[in-house]
């Protein structure tokens, strides 16, 4: 189903791009577009998940540097039944975590240093069970290709505008003209950002679950969603406001100002933390870790 969804994810972000290219220079526009859709598709397939490590400065860890963090992981990826992913950190205050890469084969599963200093080896255990629910659903390559084709796309509008404004509006090979270019530096990206809401909220939900079934815990989840809500309103994350189009990746809405309405891809926090209750029931309170912590 992921795989179905990541392809035809790729599908409408390249007919917008045809759109667009259309639109701003007929089809000459449209057959540069092309193009220029392909090798990006290609390119974000190969290496989107190197760029979004890239872009919050994130560095790998191992045994000798962060030996809790990583074993928590292998743990939880043991019990998943997935391949030993990559581990890393962000230098942020701001508690947070995400996870990318193409296929578990080749995943990565990122926290801040927010996150470490700020919650419990328990609470983060179901964290990074939520992360590698994403993992194991491969959610990872179709939120990846979200962010990197979104800022693309955005790009994209801005040189629409720019075109619009030296005067590429008036060009005859232009079908719309400067209507057709103030359009696109107005719709793209709002379409790509409705797509990026709609791939978000609801694998949220299914990573929460995923994550409860991986760790034998919710209310372990449950428990750091609240704390990491609460501090994420309070702690600024700059690296995520400069690139608001990764703010799906994060396990809670990283970003502040009018940017957090525009990109609120997560459901609320509450309702996330009562499925996990209603989940813990299910399970039992009471249930025992399937092993020790720490």
Same mark, same amino acid.
Request: some cysteine; hydrophobic content about 50%.
């Given at each position: ?39 990006? @598709? +290609? ?6 998940? *190197? ?13 000798? &540097?962060?030996?809790?963090? #990583?074993?928590? #992981?292998?743990? +939880? ?18 508690? @947070?975590?995400? %996870? ?12 801040? &240093? ?12 179901? #964290? ?7 993992? *194991? ?19 994209? %509008? ?14 005859? =090979? =232009? ?9 696109? &530096? +107005?719709?793209?990206? #709002?379409?790509?950002? +409705? ?11 299914? %990573? ?5 079934? $991986? ?14 809500? %609460?501090? !994420? ?9 400069? @690139? ?6 994060? $396990?809670? =809405?990283?970003?502040?100002? @009018? ?8 459901? &609320?926090?509450?309702?996330?933390? !009562?499925?996990? *209750? ?17």
């Amino acid at each position: 189903m992921n795989t179905l969804r990541t392809g035809m994810l790729m599908a409408a972000m390249t007919g917008l791009f045809l759109a667009v290219g259309y639109a701003l220079g007929g089809a000459m526009g449209m057959a540069i577009a092309f193009l220029f859709a392909a090798a990006g @598709n +290609l390119f974000a397939y190969w290496n989107s998940d *190197k760029m979004v490590l890239a872009m919050y400065g994130a560095r790998a860890v191992d045994e000798t &540097s962060a030996p809790d963090l #990583v074993h928590i #992981v292998r743990q +939880l990826a043991g019990q998943a039944g997935l391949p030993m992913p990559r581990v890393c950190i962000v230098d942020n205050p701001q508690p @947070n975590a995400f %996870a990318t890469g193409r296929d578990p084969e080749h995943a990565a599963v990122c926290v801040t &240093s927010g996150l470490l200093r700020q919650v419990s080896n328990e609470e983060l255990a179901g #964290v990074l069970a939520h992360e590698l629910g994403h993992v *194991k659903n491969r959610d990872t390559l179709t939120m990846t290709l979200t962010a990197t084709i979104a800022g693309a796309v955005s790009m994209l %509008a801005n040189f629409a505008f720019f075109l619009g404004a030296f005067g590429g509006g008036n060009n005859r =090979n =232009n079908p719309l003209g400067f209507v057709g270019v103030i359009l696109v &530096s +107005l719709l793209a990206p #709002v379409a790509a950002m +409705l797509v990026q809401m709609a791939i978000s909220r609801t694998r949220e939900f299914e %990573a929460d679950r995923m994550g409860a079934e $991986i760790s034998g815990r919710p209310l372990w989840l449950a428990s750091a969603l609240g704390r990491i809500e %609460a501090a !994420a309103g309070q702690i600024d994350n700059p690296a995520a406001d400069a @690139n608001p189009a990764t703010a799906h990746m994060f $396990i809670v =809405n990283p970003l502040h100002g @009018n940017l957090a309405g525009l990109f609120a891809s997560h459901p &609320s926090t509450e309702d996330r933390i !009562a499925r996990l *209750k209603q989940i813990a029931q299910q399970m039992g309170q009471a249930a025992p870790s399937p092993r020790p912590w720490g």
